[in-house]
Every structure is written in C-alpha cells, then in structure tokens.
C-alpha cells in the first residue's frame, strides 16, 4: 500500500533519552520502554529494551482502526488476524513475522488492546536473528498509563503519528538513556 504523503524528509535519529522521555526534531515525547529498563545484553523475555542505533524497517497498521495507511516515508503494510510474530529461540523463523496457523511460540499483531494499532518494527536482532538475543522489537502505542513494555519503545497515538510522518528508511530509532 502507498502510503499518504508526508511531511518533507529530515535526517535526525529519534532519541530515547530515559525511561520516561525521547526526543525527535527538539522536542520531547513522553515513552514507555522496557518494564525492566535498559539493557546492552538484550535476552529473550528479560522485558528490557536494548541499547543502540536501531533502523526503521517498515510500518505497520490495523486497517480496521485507519481510513487509509498512516503518512510515513516508511514501507507500509496492513497487519491482519493471522499476521504473527515468531518469538520462539528453538524456530529457524524466530524474530520473522509469520501466519497463523504457526506452530512455534509467537506474539499477535492483532491485539484488541490498542497496542499493535500501529507498529514500526525496530532494526534490532533480524539481520541475521540471533536466537535467544530478544524478538519483536517494535516501536508501537503506549498504555493509557505508559506502563513498561516487554522491551519495546512506545509512545501515545497523537506523538506517534506526529513523529511518523516525519521519518522515513534513513531514520533510526536510537536508545541511549543518559544523552
């Protein structure tokens, strides 16, 4: 799907700056990260998120929850029912996205909590996937309360399509708690 158009192309990275704050074009958002905070040994179901300069890959929608795909510089794709992500160490297609029926361990991109809504999968652990080293890294929608994530990065709906717009594929996603 093409997405809408976008706002003119900027080069800067978002920063993840603490638990509770990033920054993208000189401005600060609130975010969630990992319940457990940050890490620089991301493992599987430690809920930390990892430290690092992470690309953006693509992103993806509910088409059920937008008139049309998201304005982004971004590769976008529809999530639907069956769209899973393998988050089993043991799989060859552990950290890849999948369709249901799947056998191996996995996480829904259809969540009726609002979370998956939007989710832009994070450059972390896929090229190649590193079983055990952390899985579904995405950047996605934040808890009304920005409760902890499972090691992802979120933010509320307005701020995500704020920034969403604004990003394309030579965007990266940095987390580096402290600058």
């Not at 809408?4 to 993208?24: G, H, N, P, W, Y």
């Not at 450059?123 to 009304?144: C, L, Q």
């Not at 409760?147 to 030579?170: H, N, Y």
Request: hydrophobic share 35%; glycine share 8%; proline share 8%.
């Amino acid at each position: 799907m093409k997405p809408r158009k976008q706002m003119a192309s900027i080069m800067a990275d978002i920063c993840v700056i603490s638990e509770r704050e990033l920054t993208f074009q000189g401005k600060t958002y609130r975010c969630a990260v990992g319940k457990a905070g940050f890490t620089r040994n991301k493992q599987e179901g430690d809920n930390a998120t990892p430290i690092g300069r992470f690309a953006l890959r693509e992103c993806w929608f509910r088409p059920d929850k937008f008139d049309m795909p998201p304005a982004t510089g971004l590769p976008v794709r529809p999530i639907h029912k069956d769209d899973v992500w393998c988050d089993d160490p043991k799989s060859p297609e552990y950290n890849l996205h999948q369709k249901e029926p799947f056998m191996a361990s996995h996480e829904k991109l259809w969540r009726e909590d609002g979370r998956y809504d939007l989710i832009v999968p994070m450059g972390y652990n896929d090229d190649p996937p590193i079983a055990g080293k952390g899985s579904a890294i995405f950047w996605h929608i934040a808890a009304d309360d920005y409760r902890g994530t499972e090691g992802c990065v979120a933010l509320s709906m307005p701020d995500f399509l704020e920034i969403l717009a604004q990003v394309d594929e030579k965007t990266h996603l940095c987390v580096q708690p402290g600058k």
